[in-house]
């Protein structure tokens, strides 16, 4: 049964670390290009980051040098390293794949959206004051 389990999400403070991993099962996270997206509450869901099947990543301008995309063929999962949080950061947080072609939506109304293989049912940020 294919799989995108993410977790990680969790209450944080500004300037905050967090951890989400995106648990691929039913295929190898090799053979996909994988992506994460930041939908916050009322707004359009937008691409962070995404790691093709070759290991090339790529993360989003606003988000570089604060988050990391990386790969754990061993564990076949997916990762994305939060550091520096701002209160703007939070919200659902959604891992896809697609195999065969580049993930090039930026930006949509809705997060998932339609062109991808799979979606996990994502995983929450909030923020503590």
């Known amino acids: 049964q294919v799989q995108l389990v993410e977790s990680g999400g969790d209450s944080v403070q500004d300037g905050g670390s967090l951890r989400l991993a995106c648990k691929v099962s039913g295929f190898t996270a090799a053979e996909r290009n994988i992506a994460w997206y930041h939908q916050a509450s009322g707004k359009q869901c937008e691409k962070v980051a995404d790691i093709s099947s070759d290991g090339v990543t790529y993360v989003g301008y606003y988000w570089k040098g604060r988050f990391t995309i990386s790969r754990d063929n061993a564990e076949n999962t997916v990762y994305l390293q939060m550091d520096n949080l701002k209160s703007e950061d939070a919200g659902m947080y959604y891992c896809?794949?697609?195999?065969?072609?580049?993930?090039?939506?930026?930006?949509?109304?809705?997060?998932?959206?339609?062109?991808?293989?799979?979606w996990g049912k994502g995983t929450r940020v909030t923020f503590s004051t």
């Open positions: 896809t794949a697609v195999r065969g072609k580049p993930i090039m939506v930026a930006l949509s109304p809705d997060c998932p959206f339609s062109g991808m293989d799979y």
